[in-house]
Every structure is written in structure tokens, then in C-alpha cells.
């Protein structure tokens, strides 16, 4: 319980702090994170490098300013509590707010298509507090401690949670089938059970539940984004939602779909790619092969 607790107080002593003195202290802190941080960063400069064809001083570059911008992050969360609509409204922008709210009045519910970019959980917060239905389907932190203090946050925010992998997906389908938004991070390694296709150049399994809820809820996928802006801030880009295409044949539409969002991720990380979490193992689990030796 004692992480739990320190996070609580060190949160209290963010919340008391200009904004600007915030990102200042996140920028410190990530300078720090490059370093210490060895293993890290380094699977990081080595993805970069191979999944956007850069030489490894560009790798090292977008690296470095991928760790500031998490340690800004980290502190930034701590910062949620002291939010208002108003505050909020001041640090994050909103693009195209009418492609979402268009999306939540067709009544079939929303799938949310994001990924691990700048301060996601501003993403949501941000939404949340703009009035937007919105519920997510989180992965669980390693440690509970961070989880519950994460979820006491976003449902202060007014975000509806519910952990991946669990019965609380049933109350997932429930909040789709009242129209609600439901939330997808999807960019992360989905497992021997994922759809394999090419993400960044290199086959990956890739999570199925943003297609399969489009399907069965007939929702319509909207690509969210959020990026870090240079003076400080964020802007969330929301695009122009698409949706499942019933062609008879269930497999191959459940993977056009899934790829067609991966494709959407994709452009997204070629486009601000200091904004993404290069680190994490997306390609850890390795694809089935064919008897001939070649990926499906």
C-alpha cells in the first residue's frame, strides 16, 4: 500500500504547481529516464531504427525526446486531480469534436481506436469531461497499487472502467449496446490469440476486440489521437469514423477491419514518432508459419 499512498501525497504537491513548472520538472525527469532507463531505451533506438529506416543518430534523437515527453506525462497524471473542464480545456484542443458526437447519435454506440501516444490518459480525461459517454477497456498494471490510482483518476474524470480479461467485459457490451463510447488502446502485442499482419513493417499480433465489438454492435470505429504540442499542451485529433464491412465471409472482414485500424495507428506514429511508446514489445510474439516457412 505505501506506493499507493506516496503516489497519493507526491500527486497533492504536482497539483499545487504552475503548469509551466510542471513540464519544466517532466523535462528534467526525463533526461534522467534516457539514462537510467538503459534497457529501455535502447530496445527503443533499435525499433525506431529498424521501423522507420533511420540512421541511429535520428533513432537516438526521437528516443531521447520520447523519454521527455514521458517524464512530463508522468508528472501530468499525477496533475489530473486538480483539473477542471475548464483547465482541461486549456491544455488539451479538440479536432473535429463532430466526427465523435456525430458517430455516438447514429445509437449503435462507438468503438474508440487510440494508442500509447503523449499523455493518453488526458485523451480520455479530456473527452470525459467534455461531456462524450465515454468507457474503456484497460489493461491492468503490473502493480495494483498504480492501477487503482490510475482508476480512481479516470473515473474522477468520469471515464468508465473496465479490466480486459475479465467478467467486467460483459459490462463492456452492455455500455456499447446503450450507446456509449467504449475505448480501445490497441497497439500492443496481442498474443498467440491476436491477428497477425504487418505493423511498422514487421508481422505482429495485433488485438481483435475494436473489430469484433464493431461487428456485433454494428458501432462505428473513430480513430483518437493525442499529441504533445511544441509550446505546451496537447491536441486530440479525432478522424472521420469507418466501420465493419459485411461481406459474408466473417474472418476476412474481422482482419480487413483490424487492419485497416493498424494501417490508421500507423500513419499516426510515422507522423509524431517522439509521441509513441517505442519500448514497448509489440513484436514479441513471434507469427505461426506456413508449412512452406512463410507468415500467413
Same mark, same amino acid.
Given at each position: 500500500?505505501?506506493?499507493?499512498?506516496?503516489?497519493?501525497?507526491?500527486?497533492?504537491?504536482?497539483?499545487?504547481?504552475?503548469?509551466?513548472?510542471?513540464?519544466?520538472?517532466?523535462?528534467?525527469?526525463?533526461?534522467?529516464?534516457?539514462?537510467?532507463?538503459?534497457?529501455?531505451?535502447?530496445?527503443?533506438?533499435?525499433?525506431?531504427?529498424?521501423?522507420?529506416?533511420?540512421?541511429?543518430?535520428?533513432?537516438?534523437?526521437?528516443?531521447?525526446?520520447?523519454?521527455?515527453?514521458?517524464?512530463?506525462?508522468?508528472?501530468?497524471?499525477?496533475?489530473?486531480?486538480?483539473?477542471?473542464?475548464?483547465?482541461?480545456?486549456?491544455?488539451?484542443?479538440?479536432?473535429?469534436?463532430?466526427?465523435?458526437?456525430?458517430?455516438?447519435?447514429?445509437?449503435?454506440?462507438?468503438?474508440?481506436?487510440?494508442?500509447?501516444?503523449?499523455?493518453?490518459?488526458?485523451?480520455?480525461?479530456?473527452?470525459?469531461?467534455?461531456? =462524450?459517454? %465515454? /468507457?474503456?477497456?484497460?489493461? #491492468?498494471?503490473?502493480? !495494483?497499487?498504480?492501477? &487503482?490510482?490510475?482508476?480512481?483518476?479516470?473515473?474522477?474524470?468520469?471515464?468508465?472502467?473496465?479490466?480486459?480479461?475479465?467478467?467486467?467485459?460483459?459490462?463492456?457490451?452492455?455500455?456499447?449496446?446503450?450507446?456509449?463510447?467504449?475505448?480501445?488502446?490497441?497497439?500492443?502485442?496481442?498474443?498467440?490469440?491476436?491477428?497477425?499482419?504487418?505493423?511498422?513493417?514487421?508481422?505482429?499480433?495485433?488485438?481483435?476486440?475494436?473489430?469484433?465489438?464493431?461487428?456485433?454492435?454494428?458501432?462505428?470505429?473513430?480513430?483518437?489521437?493525442?499529441?504533445?504540442?511544441?509550446?505546451?499542451?496537447?491536441?486530440?485529433?479525432?478522424?472521420?469514423?469507418?466501420?465493419?464491412?459485411?461481406?459474408?465471409?466473417?474472418?476476412?472482414?474481422? =482482419?480487413? %477491419? /483490424?487492419?485497416?485500424?493498424? #494501417?490508421?495507428?500507423? !500513419?499516426?506514429?510515422? &507522423?509524431?514518432?517522439?509521441?509513441?511508446?517505442?519500448?514497448?514489445?509489440?513484436?514479441?510474439?513471434?507469427?505461426?508459419?506456413?508449412?512452406?516457412?512463410?507468415?500467413?
Amino acid at each position: 500500500m505505501w506506493q499507493y499512498h506516496f503516489l497519493k501525497l507526491l500527486s497533492r504537491i504536482i497539483c499545487l504547481l504552475p503548469y509551466r513548472l510542471l513540464l519544466a520538472l517532466g523535462c528534467g525527469l526525463g533526461h534522467i529516464y534516457y539514462y537510467a532507463a538503459k534497457k529501455q531505451r535502447l530496445r527503443a533506438e533499435a525499433a525506431i531504427r529498424e521501423r522507420l529506416e533511420v540512421d541511429p543518430e535520428s533513432a537516438e534523437r526521437i528516443a531521447r525526446s520520447m523519454c521527455v515527453k514521458i517524464g512530463q506525462t508522468f508528472l501530468e497524471v499525477l496533475y489530473t486531480p486538480s483539473l477542471t473542464k475548464e483547465k482541461m480545456n486549456e491544455l488539451v484542443t479538440i479536432d473535429h469534436p463532430e466526427y465523435l458526437w456525430d458517430a455516438v447519435r447514429e445509437g449503435h454506440g462507438v468503438v474508440l481506436l487510440t494508442a500509447h501516444m503523449s499523455n493518453w490518459e488526458w485523451l480520455g480525461a479530456s473527452l470525459a469531461m467534455n461531456g =462524450y459517454p %465515454l /468507457t474503456s477497456v484497460i489493461k #491492468r498494471q503490473p502493480n !495494483d497499487q498504480h492501477t &487503482r490510482i490510475l482508476n480512481e483518476y479516470r473515473e474522477a474524470a468520469g471515464i468508465e472502467i473496465f479490466a480486459r480479461g475479465t467478467s467486467e467485459m460483459v459490462g463492456a457490451a452492455r455500455a456499447l449496446k446503450a450507446g456509449k463510447i467504449l475505448g480501445f488502446v490497441a497497439d500492443q502485442d496481442a498474443g498467440k490469440d491476436g491477428l497477425f499482419m504487418p505493423f511498422l513493417g514487421k508481422m505482429a499480433s495485433t488485438p481483435m476486440g475494436p473489430a469484433f465489438f464493431a461487428r456485433k454492435f454494428k458501432a462505428p470505429v473513430v480513430p483518437a489521437f493525442i499529441t504533445r504540442k511544441a509550446e505546451g499542451g496537447h491536441q486530440v485529433h479525432l478522424l472521420p469514423p469507418f466501420y465493419y464491412e459485411d461481406t459474408g465471409d466473417q474472418d476476412g472482414d474481422i =482482419y480487413r %477491419l /483490424t487492419e485497416r485500424m493498424t #494501417r490508421t495507428v500507423e !500513419d499516426m506514429i510515422r &507522423r509524431y514518432p517522439d509521441n509513441w511508446l517505442w519500448f514497448q514489445k509489440r513484436w514479441s510474439t513471434p507469427a505461426p508459419e506456413t508449412k512452406g516457412g512463410a507468415v500467413p
